[in-house]
């Protein structure tokens, strides 16, 4: 069975430009998870989605956006990047409304020069 | 304010010795604990979870412990190989969904031969 997988694993853009990261959840899970590792620093929860809704927003600014599709993976979009915005993004997902453990991907290693 | 604090930060042992990592946290309500594993820019992988009413839970050489009275919790490793080297991260579920999950910083630990 196919984990929690997300591309690009590398991803560098510039300052003011915008990144779109992807992933796929395990097949049957609904809901998908994506935080931000900044380096040093622990998860910060960034958004949730369940059944294609927006169900949870951690605190970050607007310009961090995202959305899920009718088959559950999900798009995480960072505009105007900034040079801080350089991190580890992970994608988690569950079975809907499970709080159950979240399954991770390995990650998009976002790099803002 | 929900925080789980991880110590130490860091540790490094030697090949063949055990250790135990400790978490404290101040999340209520309170659903689940779990101890992920983290190697370096790599996804979390889960080690345990445990509920309200578990005291321990071993995952081979691993062993976490949850005492929900003092909210502590440990997470023991036995005969710590060199492949043990990796960040673990201490997660307290807040209950209701995914998104109330809680993380440590996390303690890194460098097993050396």
């Known amino acids: 069975e196919a984990g929690v997988t997300q591309s690009p694993t590398h991803l560098i853009k510039t300052r003011g430009q915008q990144a779109t990261l992807r992933c796929s959840p395990i097949?049957?899970?609904?809901?998908v998870y994506w935080y931000q590792q900044a380096l040093g620093l622990g998860l910060q929860f960034l958004l949730w989605?369940?059944?294609?809704?927006?169900?949870n927003r951690g605190n970050f600014p607007p310009r961090f956006s995202g959305r899920q599709f009718p088959n559950y993976s999900s798009e995480l979009n960072v505009n105007a990047l900034e040079l801080e915005d350089s991190a580890l993004y992970l994608c988690?997902?569950?079975?809907?409304?499970?709080?159950?453990?979240?399954?991770f991907g390995q990650g998009t290693r976002l790099t803002v020069v | 304010k929900n925080q789980v604090e991880q110590s130490p930060q860091s540790l490094i042992i030697l090949e063949g010795k055990n250790c135990t990592l400790q978490?404290?946290?101040?999340?209520?309500?309170?659903?689940?604990l779990r101890w992920y594993k983290q190697d370096t820019g790599r996804g979390p992988v889960s080690l345990t979870i445990?509920?309200?009413?578990?005291n321990t839970k071993s995952n081979g050489r691993y062993t976490a412990t949850l005492d929900a009275d003092t909210k502590q919790s440990s997470l023991h490793i036995t005969a710590s190989q060199l492949s043990d080297s990796a960040s673990y991260i201490c997660?307290?579920?807040?209950?209701?969904?995914?998104?109330?999950?809680?993380f440590g910083k996390g303690t890194k630990l460098s097993v050396k031969p």
């Open positions: 989605y369940d059944e294609g809704e927006e169900r």
């Open positions: 978490c404290n946290y101040t999340v209520s309500p309170f659903s689940n």
């Open positions: 097949s049957g899970h609904t809901s």
């Open positions: 445990m509920t309200f009413s578990e």
């Open positions: 988690a997902s569950s079975p809907r409304w499970a709080n159950t453990e979240a399954f």
């Open positions: 997660v307290v579920s807040g209950g209701g969904s995914q998104g109330n999950l809680i």
